[in-house]
């Protein structure tokens, strides 16, 4: 099946609901429908078709259209799809269907609407705040085209984040809010009764970047790749990439094929130092400090080697949209191939260690249960998906740079614990190094950037996913005028994952409570929410400031 | 168990003492490092494609008069990503290999200038050429970044 004939059966079912349908190619399809039908729609997309919830979107078009733009998108990864469900809503009412009550991972994203671009998702759960600070004033939404991007509201007095009570009878053990797992800032306020974890509660959006408005009003679209870069600290080459494929297929431009090459490489190099900071994260978390150094030590000579291809550690700084800014040299292929051999080795080490070592193990097996049901309602991506048994991989699924081209291998374990979701990554790190060898083998010769003569044409859009070490990174644009897009939404894969989180936590002790968040590879950074937790129930809950100050909960 | 406390015993070992004695020992960073980007005041003609194509806007532009054109770099904004020295038609931007850049006398160290002598320029935009449609030069003629020094909370007047 295709873009083109799973709108036909869109079409079929709900006739001329569907405003609009146009195929972006067999990959994309684009459905415009009208508001009273979005959440059948969104029914038989999620139920019946079982397509995966990705994200939504909320874009102000009023000056254009007089309406707000609201997109639901979704992933159908079996045929290789990315679907982009389109309503509009009147300025007069700005109101949309809530489909949270269907398709539950849509929860967060649709308040995150609400907050930014003020439609409201009538019959949400819990319709509150979600994204904005505390003292943010109720009335200003910024990523309506008339608020500034650099508008500072005054900040008010004594609305500090009041804590919640525990449970009758629990105890509270606060984790943060700095430095919880990851270098980060993020609250965790564990409710335990003796050693079993009870309830959480969760503190976020310390980190509020204000990145897509400004992506949308005050760069350019060479621009936006080195901010996109900046989402994430460990792994910002997914993010740029990302973004520069989604304006690459909005305005068709094609990368050489010696871009595509390159992109891959780096897209590995950083998934296999992404996964050695993690492993040695991971054990330093469960006090195993020689983990964390020894991991560490094996992959400094890789930061080296991306400083010499690169011109820097970590921001590589590489892609512009059309393709990349540096060759990797035939020179450098040796040098390349030497890390990766060393690690390789090193690896293999360290490998035949770990399911010898009881302490760790003890750790690792059986704690932090998230069952495959749980991991795809909440629609989990990346190593916490395919750690549960959940086989997707964006590499595969909706290849892109120069992956169609090399062997990639899904790696799916159905241990549902600690240990899948670690036994992913580390035979993982080893594909990279295969995929690495096998591109600088293949690489072809020519040019690495597109030649861009045209400007590109306002109006267009297109969607850019990647397979970041920690899952799905996914962007979309709509081209503006102005040379810039007039929307940029980007979603980082932890706002999927963290949500999985509290049924791993579940009945764990206190002690594997970071060990539990650590094992998604959260990144805050790029995901900043603010949410409490009823773990007994599994319900995710947030409460405005409001009530939190009147303790109404 | 024991065995699998061997294996990681060797591992430690094998590699011996790897920390640098950086900073005691200079430690020069190999390849095209993007260090500080060095403006050769000599070379500069002005057209402005630095600061056009600067993603942290860390490069203003302003027209004192029809004659002089100053060149204002905020290098505390500066993220180095050498997109300057990319575009520059007369090179007379280097990413040199210095990183070490903190300083105790305040944002003022951070800031360099260059005025530029352009009496006959019409401000037409011409000699800066985009590598690509997408780093056409925004605002031809003559020029007045709005940019304050660091922001609004920054000591600094605008300029």
Redesign the interface.
């Given at each position: 099946m295709n873009a083109q004939q799973l709108g036909d059966s869109v079409k079929q079912q709900f006739g001329d609901k569907v405003v609009e349908l146009s195929a972006l190619g067999p990959n994309q399809l684009c459905l415009t429908i009208t508001p009273d039908s979005l959440v059948s729609v969104a029914e038989y997309l999620n139920k019946d078709l079982g397509c995966r919830f990705v994200i939504n979107s909320g874009t102000d078009r009023r000056r254009q259209r007089g309406k707000f733009l609201i997109t639901h998108f979704f992933a159908h990864d079996e045929e290789k799809i990315y679907i982009t469900l389109h309503t509009e809503v009147g300025e007069d009412q700005p109101e949309v269907d809530s489909i949270t009550p269907s398709v539950p991972a849509a929860n967060w994203s649709e308040r995150e609407t609400r907050d930014m671009v003020g439609v409201v998702p009538v019959g949400h759960p819990d319709p509150r705040r979600l994204v904005v600070a505390d003292d943010w004033p109720e009335d200003v939404f910024p990523l309506r085209w008339d608020v500034p991007h650099?508008l500072?509201p005054p900040p008010a007095e004594g609305v500090a984040m009041p804590l919640l009570d525990p449970p009758e009878g629990a105890s509270v053990v606060p984790i943060g809010p700095y430095f919880p797992v990851l270098e980060e800032p993020e609250y965790f306020r564990v409710f335990v009764e003796g050693e079993e974890v009870v309830g959480a509660d969760y503190r976020g959006f310390y980190n509020h970047r204000g990145i897509e408005k400004l992506g949308s009003s005050?760069?350019?679209?060479?621009?936006?790749?080195?901010?996109a870069e900046?989402i994430c600290g460990i792994c910002g080459f997914v993010h740029s990439c990302s973004y520069c494929q989604a304006v690459e297929r909005a305005a068709g431009i094609e990368v050489p094929p010696r871009g595509e090459y390159i992109r891959t490489i780096m897209l590995e190099l950083e998934r296999i130092h992404s996964h050695l900071l993690w492993l040695g994260i991971a054990g330093h978390i469960i006090g195993f400090d020689?983990i964390l150094?020894?991991v560490w030590?094996m992959r400094?000579p890789l930061m080296?080697l991306c400083?010499?291809?690169s011109?820097?550690r970590k921001?590589y700084?590489m892609n512009?949209?059309?393709g990349v800014?540096?060759d990797i040299e035939p020179e450098i292929h040796d040098d390349v191939r030497r890390v990766l051999t060393d690690i390789e080795r090193?690896w293999q080490?360290?490998y035949?260690?770990?399911?010898?070592?009881?302490t760790l193990m003890a750790r690792l097996q059986g704690t932090g249960i998230l069952p495959t049901e749980v991991a795809r309602a909440r629609g989990a991506v990346g190593p916490t998906a395919r750690g549960s048994g959940l086989p997707i991989d964006v590499r595969v699924d909706h290849p892109y740079a120069a992956y169609d081209r090399l062997d990639v291998k899904k790696r799916v374990y159905d241990g549902c614990d600690n240990l899948a979701r670690t036994l992913v990554r580390l035979d993982e790190t080893l594909d990279s190094i295969n995929i690495i060898r096998q591109a600088l083998r293949e690489m072809p010769e020519g040019e690495i950037?597109a030649?861009?003569?045209?400007?590109?044409p306002a109006g267009q859009q297109a969607v850019g996913s990647v397979e970041a070490p920690r899952g799905e990174v996914f962007h979309w644009v709509l081209t503006g005028p102005e040379?810039r897009p007039e929307r940029w939404r980007v979603r980082a894969p932890t706002y999927a994952n963290l949500q999985s989180v509290p049924p791993m936590l579940q009945g764990d002790a206190l002690a594997d409570v970071p060990i539990d968040i650590g094992s998604i590879d959260p990144c805050f950074a790029c995901t900043d929410r603010m949410e409490v937790v009823d773990v007994s129930s599994g319900q995710v809950r947030v409460y405005t400031q409001d009530e939190l100050l009147n303790k109404k909960y | 168990m024991i065995t699998s406390k061997l294996r990681e015993a060797i591992l430690c070992l094998r590699p011996g003492r790897v920390t640098l004695k950086y900073p005691f020992e200079p430690h020069d960073p190999e390849g095209d490092f993007r260090g500080y980007p060095e403006l050769d005041a000599d070379k500069c003609i002005g057209c402005g494609g630095c600061a056009t194509v600067c993603p942290a806007r860390a490069i203003m532009i302003q027209d004192i008069d029809q004659n002089t054109r100053r060149i204002v770099r905020f290098l505390e904004r500066c993220i180095y990503c050498g997109r300057c020295a990319d575009v520059c038609p007369e090179d007379a931007i280097t990413m040199t290999k210095r990183f070490e850049l903190s300083t105790d006398q305040g944002r003022e160290d951070m800031v360099a200038e260059c005025e530029v002598f352009m009496a006959t320029c019409q401000r037409c935009g011409q000699c800066y050429k985009p590598p690509s449609a997408l780093d056409k030069i925004m605002e031809p003629g003559f020029r007045d970044d709005k940019l304050k020094r660091g922001g609004d909370d920054s000591p600094y007047e605008p300029i």
């Open positions: 650099d500072k005050a760069l350019t679209y060479n621009q936006v790749p080195f901010i900046r020689t150094m020894q030590r400094e080296w400083e010499r291809i011109g820097n921001t700084g512009l949209v059309g800014r540096r090193q080490e360290l035949n260690a770990i399911p010898g070592d009881t950037m030649q861009i003569d045209e400007e590109i040379n | -």
